[in-house]
T-cell receptor
Framework: GAVVSQHPSRVICKSGTSVKIECRSLDFQATTMFWYRQFPKKSLMLMATSNEGSKATYEQGVEKDKFLINHASLTLSTLTVTSAHPEDSSFYIC???????????FGPGTRLTVT | GQSLEQPSEVTAVEGAIVQINCTYQTSGFYGLSWYQQHDGGAPTFLSYNALDGLEETGRFSSFLSRSDSYGYLLLQELQMKDSASYFCAVSPGGGNKLTFGTGTQLKVEL
């Protein structure tokens, strides 16, 4: 089956620093990748849609200058949380979609803690 | 706006059958998906309904009624490992991005 990896799985950073999270599709080419944020015991909230070779499309209320997304290849998308603050602490999950496949394949998530 | 409502918690005993409902209001509709997520883990795909009716995949079945904007996930022969959160999700347009429901935490007891 399709496998999506994320790195790192956990990261702790100090307030004001930036953190980069990588999302890779390991055995398929992902034309589209998605970035979600999830708070404890809550639903997944879509942050942005990342298409290879083009600018990401951000959901309403998500600051594009704070959450930088780059989708440089068909197997890699990165999310950079810039000038992180404690309120950015959350579980960030990526997913990838291959062509017309309706199923999304999720990464294992990255737990970010900002101190 | 988009909204997908689910019961927050459901408890059932091992071996039983449980139904998790999902009602949705979205600006568009291309299909209803169901995902399972264990604590701290990645959501995994369970089923997808684009048309009305029942889809069966092993112990799990999913139903959709587009006229009622309603669907459900049916889990049979419950096992302890089925304890997890279950999310319905709608593709509001073009089968591309997903809008997730509020989630249902299922607890399976002995």
């Amino acid at each position: 089956g399709a496998v999506v990896s994320q790195h790192p799985s956990r990261v702790i950073c100090k307030s004001g620093t930036s953190v980069k999270i990588e999302c890779r599709s390991l055995d398929f080419q992902a034309t589209t990748m998605f970035w979600y944020r999830q708070f404890p015991k809550k639903s997944l909230m879509l942050m942005a849609t990342s298409n290879e070779g083009s600018k990401a499309t951000y959901e309403q209320g998500v600051e594009k200058d704070k959450f930088l997304i780059n989708h440089a290849s068909l197997t890699l998308s990165t999310l950079t949380v810039t000038s992180a603050h404690p309120e950015d602490s959350s579980f960030y999950i990526c997913s990838a979609r291959s062509g017309s496949d309706y199923e999304q394949y999720f990464g294992p998530g990255t737990r970010l803690t900002v101190t | 706006g988009q909204s997908l409502e689910q019961p927050s918690e459901v408890t059932a005993v091992e071996g039983a059958i449980v139904q998790i409902n999902c009602t949705y209001q979205t600006s568009g509709f291309y299909g209803l998906s169901w995902y399972q997520q264990h604590d701290g883990g990645a959501p995994t795909f369970l089923s997808y309904n684009a048309l009305d009716g029942l889809e069966e995949t092993g112990r799990f079945s999913s139903f959709l009624s587009r006229s009622d904007s309603y669907g459900y996930l049916l889990l049979q022969e419950l096992q302890m490992k089925d304890s997890a959160s279950y999310f319905c999700a709608v593709s509001p347009g073009g089968g591309n991005k997903l809008t997730f429901g509020t989630g249902t935490q299922l607890k399976v007891e002995l």
